[in-house]
């Protein structure tokens, strides 16, 4: 379990990272999310040690990361795929990795097969690897160590949707297994895709955190019946708010078992009710993401 607390840390006058709290549990895949320069990288290189914290803590269960003896054991970390030698193979870097902490060179072969990398692409040079094969190979450095806790900066970068796919279901088996995992992202349907927790940062400060089905829940249902008129009076009657949607039915500012109840009530037929989709999560982050936008696109020369 990683925990941090009241984490943070300047850079001379500029705040990166402002009082963050979080934990990531065992069993769960809490997902780090915020637009570019929020403080997801250096919330993440002060839990693993590679950054003073200016204040606060952050422990993996309950020790700080340059206390671990052997961390590798304990923790595996993927902060930039880039960082490996271009020259070596990719079986030539998970060695040399295994010697190091001292695990059996069979966690090469394992670890390859944990992120589907052939022993083939595994005998190529870095310098020839895909963004995807290294975000890969990255991982199955971070894994070879057997750790319980995972620490994964932007992992699913590069990759296309089926290797996101693949990663989500590597992810949750470990999770499921026991593990903990702490990725972060920039994009929050990559993250939803994959994350059972988030933890969503802006400018250095944690703007919301809970589990997945929470936040996108957040408030309301989506409800369309059979007879769109008659759904519409019978929510009219009942005195909640509600708005049209594109689809024909309507977004209700209200618990999907409170607009069954109104519907059953007026004798509506309902062809579909559910949680609301998230809209207020997407909102918000489109906010913090369009605070933090440095440049707009321009539309100087387009006809
Ligand atoms: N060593 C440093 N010196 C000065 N400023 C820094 C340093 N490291 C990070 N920062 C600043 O702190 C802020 C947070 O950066 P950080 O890399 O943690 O963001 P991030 O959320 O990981 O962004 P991204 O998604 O772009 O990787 C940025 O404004 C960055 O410029």
Same mark, same amino acid.
């Given at each position: 379990?990683?925990?941090?607390?009241?984490?943070?840390? #300047?850079?001379?006058?500029?705040? =990166?990272?402002?009082?963050?709290?979080?934990?990531?549990?065992?069993?769960?895949?809490?997902?780090?999310?915020?637009?570019?320069?929020?403080?997801?990288?250096?919330?993440?290189?002060?839990?693993?040690?590679?950054?003073?914290?200016?204040?606060?803590?952050?422990?993996?269960?309950?020790?700080?990361?340059?206390?671990?003896?052997?961390?590798?054991? &304990?923790?595996?970390?993927? @902060?930039?795929?880039?960082? %490996?030698?271009?020259? $070596?193979?990719?079986?030539?870097?998970?060695?040399?990795?295994?010697?190091?902490?001292?695990?059996?060179?069979? #966690?090469?072969?394992?670890?390859?097969?944990?992120?589907?990398?052939?022993?083939?692409?595994?005998? *190529?040079?870095?310098?020839?690897?895909? @963004?995807?094969? #290294?975000?890969?190979?990255?991982?199955?450095?971070?894994?070879?160590?057997?750790?319980?806790?995972?620490?994964?900066?932007?992992?699913?970068?590069?990759?296309?949707?089926?290797?996101?796919?693949?990663? *989500?279901?590597?992810? #949750?088996?470990?999770?499921?297994?026991?593990?903990?995992?702490?990725? +972060?992202?920039?994009? @929050?349907?990559?993250?939803?895709?994959?994350?059972?927790?988030?933890?969503?940062?802006? &400018?250095?400060?944690?703007? =919301?955190?809970?589990?997945?089905?929470?936040?996108?829940?957040?408030?309301?249902?989506?409800?369309?019946?059979?007879? *769109?008129?008659?759904?519409?009076?019978?929510? %009219?009657?009942?005195?909640?708010?509600?708005?049209? $949607?594109?689809?024909?039915?309507?977004?209700? !500012?209200?618990?999907? !078992?409170?607009?069954?109840?109104? =519907?059953?009530?007026?004798?509506? &037929? @309902?062809?579909?009710?559910?949680?609301?989709?998230?809209?207020?999560?997407? !909102?918000?982050?489109?906010?913090?993401?369009?605070?933090?936008? $440095?440049?707009?696109? +321009?539309? %100087?020369?387009?006809?």
């Amino acid at each position: 379990m990683i925990e941090v607390k009241n984490l943070s840390k #300047r850079y001379g006058d500029f705040v =990166a990272v402002d009082d963050v709290s979080f934990t990531c549990k065992p069993g769960r895949v809490t997902g780090f999310l915020g637009p570019n320069g929020a403080g997801k990288s250096t919330t993440m290189r002060i839990i693993t040690g590679l950054t003073p914290a200016g204040a606060g803590t952050a422990t993996i269960n309950g020790v700080a990361y340059h206390d671990i003896p052997n961390p590798s054991t &304990h923790v595996g970390v993927l @902060l930039d795929a880039s960082a %490996q030698h271009a020259g $070596r193979t990719g079986a030539e870097i998970l060695r040399l990795s295994a010697m190091t902490i001292g695990a059996p060179l069979s #966690r090469v072969d394992e670890a390859l097969a944990m992120v589907s990398l052939t022993q083939e692409e595994a005998s *190529r040079r870095v310098r020839n690897y895909s @963004l995807g094969m #290294r975000q890969r190979l990255g991982i199955a450095n971070a894994l070879i160590g057997d750790p319980q806790v995972l620490i994964l900066d932007e992992p699913a970068n590069g990759l296309d949707p089926a290797g996101i796919h693949w990663m *989500r279901t590597l992810l #949750r088996e470990y999770a499921d297994r026991g593990g903990a995992v702490l990725l +972060s992202s920039h994009l @929050l349907h990559e993250i939803e895709i994959i994350a059972d927790d988030l933890v969503v940062i802006g &400018h250095g400060r944690i703007v =919301a955190q809970g589990t997945k089905e929470e936040l996108l829940a957040g408030t309301g249902a989506v409800v369309r019946g059979a007879d *769109r008129n008659h759904l519409g009076t019978a929510l %009219q009657a009942s005195g909640v708010a509600f708005h049209d $949607r594109q689809d024909g039915g309507f977004a209700v !500012e209200q618990t999907p !078992e409170v607009v069954g109840k109104i =519907a059953l009530d007026a004798g509506v &037929h @309902l062809v579909e009710l559910r949680g609301g989709d998230g809209a207020r999560l997407e !909102e918000m982050f489109l906010q913090l993401t369009q605070q933090t936008q $440095r440049e707009q696109p +321009s539309t %100087q020369g387009v006809q």
